[in-house]
């Protein structure tokens, strides 16, 4: 049976966001043109025009697509366990097992809040926070005594503690410092749950 136009379009579309993700996370945005995107899929460079208007407009698609903030946190449904160590070890798992098996998206992130000044980080944050919200509660809910006592300093901590593991973890890849994968974000976790004294 034929393709119709508009399905056709529709993977045009999709394969162009597509291609501009794998650009964007390998050259960053800046070096990366309409052209560039448009030669990625195969089509001439006025005909990406037909499907976005402009840049902005496909680095937005991609960020809806691709933002960690989009593909890491609906994982946050996901997460088991009856105990606040419980919830944030698995919390954490979940997070890094996503983070691994997409890794341009750290660099993606990178170019939200360097190359474009995080102008879409509220509305990305707007539309995940219901998530975040839900799991928080589930947390503070627990009955155990937590520090701090605003859910969302709580959860801005986890995240940067996260954030910390994924660049320490890539600076020492490969290389004598490098540690065990596992053993290293337990180690992350219990300063994050304990912190640092003994």
């Not at 474009?116 to 503070?140: C, D, S, W």
């Amino acid at each position: 049976m034929p393709t119709s136009k508009t399905s056709a379009g529709a993977a045009t579309r999709q394969a162009l966001i597509e291609a501009a993700y794998r650009l964007f996370t390998t050259r960053s945005f800046h070096a990366t043109s309409m052209r560039d995107i448009a030669s990625e899929v195969g089509i001439t460079a006025g005909s990406i025009y037909n499907h976005f208007t402009d840049k902005e407009q496909i680095v937005k698609e991609v960020l809806l697509a691709y933002h960690p903030i989009m593909k890491v946190m609906p994982v946050l449904e996901q997460v088991e366990g009856e105990s606040v160590s419980e919830l944030i070890r698995d919390a954490a798992r979940r997070v890094m097992y996503e983070v691994d098996a997409s890794p341009g998206i750290l660099n993606l992130m990178y170019i939200e809040l360097i190359e474009l000044n995080g102008q879409h980080m509220q509305e990305l944050i707007g539309t995940m926070f219901p998530l975040v919200e839900k799991f928080l509660a589930r947390v503070y809910s627990s009955g155990e005594a937590i520090r701090p006592q605003e859910p969302l300093t709580f959860f801005r901590a986890l995240i940067g503690q996260l954030l910390g593991y994924s660049l320490t973890r890539a600076a020492v890849a490969n290389s004598p410092a490098e540690q065990g994968q596992d053993a290293s974000l337990d180690e992350f976790v219990d300063i994050f749950l304990h912190g640092a004294l003994l």
